[in-house]
């Protein structure tokens, strides 16, 4: 995930987040700019128009889940860091505080057993970014969904998500909580039910990680956390 600042607001930098496609390019080489893989101790830049229509921003997802008619069910699961609001809005509550994280070195990462799951861009130009979200959600507007909507996410706006070597695998630690929390209370459990295994485990790893990332749950409008994981048939 990835922070994009589209407005500059009594001193504070807003940014709407973003999702980092796999194959996203942003140096113009191929594989660059991951931040499991990187080829270069570089951020990437927004310098690029090309590069920024690869985002996949919160509005971009909050347009699509749109489109799914009442009484359907969504789950969201994000395991990256900064993943966001794109459930319910209410004109621009759905832009952050910029998170200053410092210079990121991933060349110096990839060989590292802990691996946080953001891309910090260089070159922020906030003259030269178009913000769907600014212009599909003026102040005072809301843009309520009509299904049924869950979001997990793997930390807080201001904390980072990592990847572990767990059982000798690295695998992203909020991934590997959640699916170990579902096998443990089932698919058919609560959102309530399953984030509270999902903090035991946490718990659990903590002690043996020095991880700063607590799950997060949000819900649309239409539901709560006693909607179940998987409805039955």
């Known amino acids: 995930g990835c922070q994009v600042p589209v407005e500059e607001y009594a001193g504070k930098r807003l940014c709407e987040c973003a999702l980092v496609p796999a194959d996203a390019d942003p140096e113009g080489a191929q594989g660059a700019a991951s931040p499991r893989s990187p080829?270069?101790?570089?951020r990437p830049s927004l310098g690029s128009f090309s590069w920024r229509q690869r985002l996949v921003s919160d509005g971009d997802v909050h347009k699509a889940i749109l489109q799914v008619p009442e009484g359907a069910q969504v789950s969201l699961i994000f395991d990256c860091c900064h993943a966001g609001k794109p459930l319910d809005r209410y004109g621009l509550d759905h832009?952050?505080?910029y998170v200053d994280r410092g210079r990121v070195d991933y060349d110096r990462l990839r060989g590292q057993p802990v691996r946080p799951r953001f891309l910090s861009l260089d070159a922020l130009d906030l003259g030269s970014?178009?913000?769907?979200?600014?212009?599909?959600?003026?102040?005072?507007?809301?843009?309520?969904l009509r299904c049924r909507a869950v979001l997990w996410a793997a930390c807080r706006e201001q904390q980072f998500c990592v990847e572990l070597p767990i059982e000798d695998q690295p695998r992203g630690a909020f991934t590997y909580i959640l699916i170990s929390a579902l096998l443990k209370v089932g698919s058919g459990a609560t959102a309530k039910e399953i984030l509270a295994e999902a903090q035991a485990l946490s718990t659990?790893?903590?002690s043996r990680w020095r991880l700063q990332q607590d799950i997060q749950l949000q819900t649309s409008k239409k539901t709560n956390d006693s909607q179940v994981f998987l409805k039955s048939p």
């Open 39 to 42: 080829t270069s101790a570089r």
């Open 129 to 144: 970014l178009n913000s769907s979200s600014l212009s599909d959600s003026p102040s005072g507007k809301s843009s309520l």
């Open 95 to 97: 832009l952050t505080e």
């Open 204 to 206: 659990d790893l903590k």
